[in-house]
């Protein structure tokens, strides 16, 4: 550093801002002895100001901005644009599976002479007519051959058009075409199926009284537990949760909030359950194995963006993971517990569902639980309220770290 | 824990660039961040609107594509620039560009007084007398505002070479200029 050179180098790193200290130092020791020094650092300065100056005189074009955009495919317009057309995806999407969910509802609907097709109404329009009895065939009114005895939940599966009035109380006798195939009674003695009457009776001294009482599930789950064999007309039943995800954030596995439609169809003893939300797809089906609970298997996909894991120095590592999938096994139990009968109302308007899964996914075991509340309002419509958590446990190069997504959902239910 | 793009690092946005929902989001403030510095290269590299508009379409292009499929990278900036250098390099081999002897330039004569224009016009013209390396170290330090690391990182060389190549183009340029700077304080 002693030549007249180097100290001209030392003079340009500097007003670039590039010397260190020791250089800085080292110039300005030198300068102050040196007149041809100071002058070039003059010069250089005036030059340093006249360079910088030319960068101003650069601007992109106006029109530059929206090719760019248009050529990686992204909208242009302003943010607001933006997101009514993230909206309008979000909705045409949801659309379209609403679409599919009502033609498979309407489809099932007008399918004539429906083995389960619900009796209900014909009792109540022709009480004396005794019409001949199809063996296969079940109804959902009850009847018992012990007088006075009254039967006081009847779960009543029947159309939807079908006013609520026609399927109240009826205090008197009335001709019964089916075996009984459901019923919670406060007496000490449920018909069962192969006790039931196989034939037409007329039974003068019954008295069957049919609350106005809304299904006993939500999901189609319980009443399919309870029963031998699946009798809805139709028995889809549509679920849309709206969750509620933390924000972003490095510890968090983020996710929009976003939508989902759930829909739950009993295939013979089974009950399959899909779930279609904006970003995470998931499929299962269940086996009954108590009088509340279930065991089940259960496919999934799901959004792990990279940004959820972000190592200590905020840049070398990070899992790389755009989707997950995984294959879990899953207990739930889907009832209504101790806790409460004590702190609802002892009807069975309130349920209580709790899913427990673990599985694992191509980024490590994954586990997920899901609980919440369901109240029936009326009829076959519902609501439900409940967290949910999914804990991913990766292996990020070695490393255990863990990425979570906690949630609550709303939902609100309707059995068609 | 209200975050928007611009509270982000360059390499969070990069990293949402994987994940739909972040994606056009995390894109445009990069863009925001970055245009300015990208049009400045390409420009002064080329002199020439078109070339420089279809290299910035490309670059980005290429760039939101490797964010999308998860391309890892250290230095988001820097491998923004590399691929908007190596579209510049290879444009310039499409043209067979030539660099030319310092005589074969026409340089206005020197005149009392230069508008700013003119004067720029001349910085630039002075540009194309620089060997190419130099060039493309002193345009990413004057127009692009990178600082030397981030050139080492883009040109992939040490850092001691972009001290010097900058120090030695800046000791050319005003060595071209210096008449024309004296002239016209």
Known sequence: MN????????IQLFLDGECTEVESSVLFSEMSKNPQLQAEFQQAAQFGVLM???????????DLSGMVMGKVGLATTAAVATSVFSIGKTLSALGLVSLGVVSAVVALRFIPNTPSQPQVQQVAQQPQVTPPVQSEQHTNTTTEQQPKQVIKYVYIQQPLQQPLQQQTVQHQPVVTEQPIVEAHSDTEHEPTIAEAPTSLQETPNTTTEVMQFAPTMVYGFQSLQQQPQPRYVSPVVAHLDVVISPPEGHSSWFSPRYISLRSAVPIGKLLSQASIETGDRIFSL????????????????AYLPTYAV?????????VKEDYIGWFSLSMREDGRPEFLQSITPNDDKFRWTGELSIGLSNAGIITKAETYATYNIFNSISVSAGPTAIIQFLNNQGNAQVATRFALMFGAGYEF | MSNTPSTYTDFELYMQLSAAHSRE???KELYRRYEQRVWAYCWVSLHNEDKSKDIIQEAFFRFYKAGEKGVAVDNVPAYLMRIVRNLVIDEHRKSDRQFVDIDDIDIPAPADGYEQREMNAIIETALQLLPAEYKDALIMQTYSDMSYNEIAE????????VRNRIVRAKARMREILSVYINNGE
């Open chain 1, 3 to 10: 030549t007249q050179n180097n100290y001209s180098d030392l």
């Open chain 1, 52 to 62: 910088r100056s030319q960068q101003q005189m650069v601007k992109p074009p106006v």
């Open chain 1, 286 to 301: 269940q086996w009954p194995i108590s009088p509340t609970g279930s065991f089940g298997i259960e496919l999934g996909r």
């Open chain 1, 310 to 318: 972000i190592s200590q120095d905020n840049i070398k590592t990070f």
């Open chain 2, 25 to 27: 989001s995390a894109f």
């Open chain 2, 154 to 161: 883009v040109q992939n060389v040490p850092l001691t070479t």
